[in-house]
């Protein structure tokens, strides 16, 4: 279990560490009460990094300001999948976008709707999952996710679904992952890991539990070629597939990240797709 996120463990008791099937209900539920729990904790340890209006693609550094990932958004309506805070969409929003933005926890949105207060940025917030979106069809320009959503549902190929059925055609969906060339080695920024331990063709969640065996907190892994093919189901064209490079001069751990990790293989890979 995680060191740097003691406080949301102690609070929904969790005792150990599963690999175990997860169905799309008790993943939906964890990562509620885990992100609820972890809220405030997450932005004391990383608010100052995303920022209240910035978009940052990554603990890399990669900024939508420098990478223009989406292309010109001004007037278009765009939506940020998994949103946290939202700094992300709060950025567009000042670039001239119509954003609107979900998360799946309230404590996440809690903070979204605070940062809206502070900076004066009003963006629609809404509470839901990424794998049932309460949008229409073809109502989106585009859509984002940096870090949001897609790791934490059960299927990310419904999220792919969904995301391509809110879009209209030709509208970019960006997102960014953990690379899953990480899921082999285990989650530790210092030499410990730099040593495969698992398959990277198990995809078996990795689950954290309470007493009573519950899912307190769950991640799931995709292969490159998972998310390639869960991409063309959608309707979905990959144009490019970006692995960032750690940084000169970037010095900041960031759980699993660190300049010792990155200098040596990817942590992040941003799949930058179009509706067809």
Same mark, same amino acid.
């Given at each position: 279990?995680? +060191?740097q996120?003691?406080?949301?463990?102690?609070?929904?008791?969790?005792?150990?560490?599963?690999k175990r099937?997860?169905?799309?209900?008790?993943?939906?539920?964890?990562?509620?009460?885990?992100?609820?729990?972890?809220?405030?904790?997450?932005?004391?340890?990383?608010?100052?990094?995303?920022?209240a209006?910035?978009?940052?693609?990554?603990?890399?550094?990669?900024?939508?300001?420098?990478? &223009?990932?989406?292309?010109?958004?001004?007037?278009?309506r765009?939506l *940020?999948?998994?949103?946290?805070?939202?700094?992300?969409?709060?950025?567009?929003?000042?670039?001239g976008?119509?954003? $609107?933005?979900?998360?799946?926890? +309230?404590?996440?949105?809690r903070?979204?709707?605070?940062?809206?207060?502070?900076?004066?940025?009003?963006?629609?917030? $809404?509470?839901?999952?990424?794998?049932?979106?309460?949008?229409?069809?073809?109502?989106?320009?585009?859509?984002?996710?940096?870090?949001?959503?897609?790791?934490?549902?059960?299927?990310s190929?419904?999220?792919?679904?969904e995301?391509?059925?809110?879009?209209?055609?030709?509208?970019?969906?960006v997102?960014?992952?953990?690379?899953?060339?990480?899921?082999?080695?285990?989650?530790?920024?210092? =030499?410990?890991?730099?040593? $495969? +331990?698992?398959?990277?063709?198990? &995809?078996?969640?990795?689950?954290?539990v309470?007493?009573?065996g519950?899912?307190?907190?769950?991640?799931?892994?995709?292969?490159?070629?998972d998310?390639?093919?869960?991409?063309?189901?959608?309707?979905? *064209?990959?144009?490019?597939?970006l692995? =960032?490079e750690?940084?000169?001069?970037?010095?900041? *751990?960031?759980?699993?990240?660190?300049?010792?990790?990155?200098?040596?293989?990817?942590?992040?890979?941003?799949?930058?797709t &179009?509706?067809?």
């Amino acid at each position: 279990m995680s +060191t740097q996120h003691a406080s949301a463990e102690l609070t929904l008791g969790t005792t150990g560490i599963a690999k175990r099937p997860v169905d799309a209900a008790e993943s939906r539920t964890a990562n509620r009460i885990w992100w609820d729990a972890d809220a405030d904790d997450y932005h004391a340890e990383h608010g100052d990094f995303l920022g209240a209006a910035d978009f940052v693609w990554c603990p890399e550094g990669v900024r939508e300001e420098d990478a &223009r990932l989406l292309g010109d958004v001004v007037g278009k309506r765009v939506l *940020e999948v998994g949103c946290g805070s939202a700094p992300c969409a709060r950025w567009l929003t000042a670039q001239g976008a119509r954003a $609107v933005a979900f998360d799946i926890s +309230t404590g996440m949105l809690r903070h979204a709707a605070a940062a809206n207060r502070e900076t004066g940025i009003d963006v629609p917030l $809404v509470q839901a999952s990424a794998d049932e979106l309460p949008f229409a069809d073809g109502s989106f320009d585009a859509a984002c996710s940096a870090f949001g959503a897609v790791p934490f549902v059960a299927d990310s190929g419904a999220v792919m679904r969904e995301v391509s059925r809110v879009l209209r055609p030709g509208a970019p969906w960006v997102f960014a992952v953990t690379h899953p060339i990480r899921w082999i080695f285990p989650d530790d920024p210092g =030499p410990s890991g730099l040593t $495969v +331990t698992q398959s990277y063709f198990d &995809r078996t969640p990795y689950v954290e539990v309470d007493g009573l065996g519950r899912a307190t907190y769950v991640e799931h892994h995709r292969t490159m070629g998972d998310y390639v093919r869960q991409l063309a189901d959608a309707g979905l *064209e990959l144009e490019d597939l970006l692995e =960032p490079e750690w940084p000169a001069g970037h010095d900041r *751990e960031w759980g699993q990240w660190s300049p010792l990790r990155g200098k040596l293989f990817p942590g992040t890979a941003i799949f930058r797709t &179009r509706k067809r």
